[in-house]
């Protein structure tokens, strides 16, 4: 069964800190990989996306994610977090070939102190 | 991307009752999808809701506890029947966005005495 994992549950940064929150993946087919984002009292917003070509995804706010596939993972990343980026974040897998069905990982919860 | 209303955003109910939440959409799309967040947790697909057919269940979930309906390609309902505080989630409606990709609704934050 298709699962994904992220292995920082928490995450405490301070401003203008680089971020990287790890996903990987198991499945052997084709995937489309996501980074969803709720922030506090919000709902779950796309943050970005991965169907094919440069695995180098840029998203929303300056976030972009990294596809290696021998490696099974999508991490997140932005060079320099702000207060505003407090939130939690997931991160999803769609296989190609089971519709538009997601399955989430658990979680990160991150907090950047200003 | 599609706007998602889902009704009610919150609610408290009793054990053994039932609740059911609407999900209403501004536009028709084809998938319509019902999550669940429990605390702490990470979201879990029940089932997918198929316009004109029976929702397809995700294992672990059955259509007593957790019937659908989907009557057109804008609106979808899912009751939680026979409440215990175990249904106490969030409850999240989501559909196709504009490729192969969710859009999700508010949510429904349900807690069960």
């Known amino acids: 069964a298709q699962s994904v994992s992220q292995h920082n549950h928490h995450v405490i940064l301070s401003e203008a800190a680089s971020l990287e929150l790890g996903c990987n993946y198991s499945y052997g087919g084709t995937v489309n990989l996501f980074w969803y984002v709720q922030y506090p009292g919000q709902h779950l917003q796309l943050l970005l996306k991965y169907f094919s070509g440069d695995p180098l995804v840029k998203g929303i706010k300056g976030f972009e994610a990294e596809f290696i596939k021998s490696k099974f993972s999508f991490n997140l990343r932005k060079p320099s977090v702000q207060w505003s980026d407090t939130a939690e974040y997931f991160c999803a897998v769609n296989a190609m070939d089971s519709s538009y069905k997601l399955i989430f990982g658990s979680g990160t919860r991150l907090l950047v102190r200003p | 991307s599609a706007v998602i209303s889902q009704k009610p955003s919150r609610d408290i109910c009793q054990r053994g009752t039932s609740l059911t939440i609407q999900c209403q959409v501004d536009s028709q799309v084809t998938m319509m999808f019902w999550y669940r967040q429990q605390p702490g947790q990470s979201l879990t697909l029940i089932a997918t809701?198929?316009?004109?057919?029976?929702?397809?269940?995700e294992s672990g979930f059955v259509i007593d506890k957790f019937p659908i309906s989907r009557p057109n390609l804008t609106f979808s309902t899912l009751t939680v029947s026979n409440m215990s505080p175990e249904d106490s989630s969030i409850y999240l409606c989501?559909?196709?966005?504009?490729?192969?990709?969710?859009?999700f609704g508010s949510g429904t934050q349900l807690s069960v005495l």
């Open positions: 989501s559909v196709d966005g504009e490729g192969p990709f969710l859009s």
């Open positions: 809701a198929n316009q004109g057919s029976e929702a397809t269940y």
